[in-house]
C-alpha cells in the first residue's frame, strides 16, 4: 500500500518551494547601472582627470576621463549622487604634456572646486540601466 503524506506537509513543502523561488530572483538582481557621458571645460573635451560619483552613504566609484573627455562609471551608487571632477596632466610633470596632434592636454585652469565634494555644485540621479550625463565645467 502506497504511504500517504499529509496535506499539511506537502503544502508546507509547496510553500516553502514557491517561497525560495520568489526570494532568489529578486537577490540575483543587482540593480546595476551605467553612466557615461564627456566632461567639457569651456566647451572644450577635457582630456585628463578623474570623474566619481558619491551616493549620500558615502560609497562611490570614480574613473579616469579618456582623452576625447569621454568617461564611464559601472556600477555608481544609485540615487542622487555629488559627482566630482579632478584634473592632472595626463603624462607627469617632466615629461612632454603635448598629444600626438600636437595640442596639449586642457587640464590648466579648472577651477579645484570641481574636485571638492561640498563645491563642485555637480549632482545626478542615477537609475537601474545605462544612462548618459555630460559634465560642464565653468572657468
Not at 500500500?1 to 529578486?26: D, E, T
Not at 549620500?56 to 562609471?73: C, F, L, M, R, W
Not at 545626478?124 to 548618459?132: D, H, L, M
Request: aromatic share 6%; net charge positive.
Amino acid at each position: 500500500m502506497a504511504k500517504q503524506f499529509p496535506i499539511k506537509r506537502v503544502g508546507g513543502f509547496l510553500g516553502a518551494c514557491a517561497l525560495f523561488l520568489l526570494v532568489v530572483p529578486s537577490g540575483c538582481d543587482s540593480g546595476t547601472a551605467r553612466v557615461t557621458g564627456t566632461v567639457r571645460f569651456k566647451g572644450m573635451p577635457l582630456t585628463s582627470g578623474s570623474v566619481k560619483f558619491i551616493g549620500v552613504d558615502g560609497q562611490s566609484k570614480s574613473t579616469a576621463i579618456a582623452e576625447n573627455g569621454a568617461y564611464q562609471i559601472d556600477n555608481p551608487p544609485l540615487g542622487t549622487v555629488t559627482i566630482t571632477v579632478k584634473t592632472h596632466p595626463r603624462v607627469p610633470k617632466g615629461l612632454t604634456n603635448t598629444r600626438e596632434d600636437g595640442s596639449k592636454d586642457q587640464h590648466e585652469g579648472v577651477p579645484d572646486k570641481y574636485g571638492i565634494p561640498d563645491q563642485s555644485g555637480l549632482t545626478f540621479t542615477v537609475r537601474k540601466g545605462s544612462q548618459t550625463y555630460n559634465i560642464d565645467l565653468d572657468p
